[in-house]
T-cell receptor, first 115, second 116 residues
Framework: GDSVTQMEGPVTLSEEAFLTINCTYTATGYPSLFWYVQYPGEGLQLLLKATKADDKGSNKGFEATYRKETTSFHLEKGSVQVSDSAVYFCALSKGVTGGGNKLTFGTGTQLKVEL | EAQVTQNPRYLITVTGKKLTVTCSQNMNHEYMSWYRQDPGLGLRQIYYSMNVEVTDKGDVPEGYKVSRKEKRNFPLILESPSPNQTSLYFC???????????????FGPGTRLTVT
């Protein structure tokens, strides 16, 4: 079945450091790929997405490129801030019969940014 | 404001006592879904619904029931909760169209359930 693997956390960085969170996927067909972020005590919010190979999703300084040849969707940010501290989830979406999309999530990576 | 609401946010109960977690969305979305979040496992889908009166099992449906009598509401029912259902539960909704996988899902704030 479909699956998403992302790097173990927690990841601790100093403010203004470069961030990479690795994500690889296994899926048949042509899934859409997502990064969701969960701030403490809150639900998940969409951070960015890409729907086909070589697409780059970007938002709030975060970027990720859909690499079909390596089945990867790594999340990057050039300079993290304390406010970026959260749990980050990589996910893929496949259609289900009749419409709609099911999300398959990775296990999440906790990021802690310190001053 | 477009949102998904869940109630209650926190619940402590005992084994075997039936409970319902409500979920409501105000975005006129066809697709709604329930997930549970457990450490080291990420989020796993429990049930989903394509539209009113149309529901189907996700990856971990055992011990749960759902109903979709109205488009905006999708309650999660635990008929006889057990300690292994202690978890953080999220409801989500999104638009729905055959063949489209890129729709964002909107998540509620979560319900933390403890079953003793």
């Amino acid at each position: 079945g479909d699956s998403v693997t992302q790097m173990e956390g927690p990841v601790t960085l100093s403010e203004e450091a470069f961030l990479t969170i690795n994500c690889t996927y296994t899926a048949t067909g042509y899934p859409s790929l997502f990064w969701y972020v969960q701030y403490p005590g809150e639900g998940l919010q969409l951070l960015l997405k890409a729907t086909k190979a070589d697409d780059k999703g970007s938002n709030k300084g975060f970027e990720a490129t859909y690499r079909k040849e390596t089945t990867s969707f790594h999340l990057e940010k050039g300079s993290v801030q304390v406010s970026d501290s959260a749990v980050y989830f990589c996910a893929l979406s496949k259609g289900v019969t009749g419409g709609g999309n099911k999300l398959t999530f990775g296990t999440g990576t906790q990021l802690k940014v310190e001053l | 404001e477009a949102q998904v609401t869940q109630n209650p946010r926190y619940l402590i109960t005992v084994t075997g006592k039936k409970l319902t977690v409500t979920c409501s969305q105000n975005m006129n979305h066809e697709y709604m879904s329930w997930y549970r979040q457990d450490p080291g496992l990420g989020l796993r889908q429990i049930y989903y619904s394509m539209n009113v009166e149309v529901t189907d099992k996700g990856d971990v449906p055992e011990g749960y029931k759902v109903s979709r009598k109205e488009k905006r509401n999708f309650p999660l029912i635990l008929e006889s909760p057990s300690p292994n259902q202690t978890s953080l539960y999220f409801c989500a909704s999104s638009p729905s169209q055959t063949g489209v996988t890129s729709y964002e899902q909107y998540f509620g704030p979560g319900t933390r359930l403890t079953v003793t």
